[in-house]
Nanobody
Framework: QVQLVESGGGLVQTGGSLRLSCAAS????????MGWFRQAPGKEREFVAA????????YGADSVKGRFTISRDNAKNTVYLQMNSLKPEDTAVYYC???????????????????WGQGTQVTVSS
């Protein structure tokens, strides 16, 4: 089992920045691919970004490329999502997830991940 706890969400104005953190506990953190997803009211959960077990490879949705950066610190069992130039359409609950068997083809699919956090709200005001 892996427990994931997100933090760092909040209310920010358009153009502002936030840094989300996801702290993991339980089984060995550094064997998992970590992902960030988000879900806005009335919409499906969508992929935001992912990072492989070593942190050497990162992937991001087209909608956040150039604005969001995913990183991880395996010594601290934590994955981060730095969000810059925030827009109102970034408003959502953000979830981190851990997956043991993730490929490039599956990283954007929520069911590919084994463990999920409870989510943290990000609200961007216009």
């Amino acid at each position: 089992q892996v427990q994931l706890v997100e933090s760092g969400g909040g209310l920010v104005q358009t153009g502002g920045s936030l840094r989300l953190s996801c702290a993991a506990s339980g089984r060995t953190f550094n064997i998992y691919t970590m992902g960030w997803f988000r879900q806005a009211p009335g919409k499906e959960r969508e992929f935001v970004a992912a990072i492989n077990w070593s942190g050497g490879k990162t992937y991001g949705a087209d909608s956040v490329k150039g604005r969001f950066t995913i990183s991880r610190d395996n010594a601290k069992n934590t994955v981060y999502l730095q969000m810059n130039s925030l827009k109102p359409e970034d408003t959502a609950v953000y979830y981190c997830a851990a997956g043991g068997v993730i490929t490039i083809a599956t990283m954007g699919t929520p069911i590919s991940y084994d463990y999920w956090g409870q989510g943290t709200q990000v609200t961007v005001s216009s």
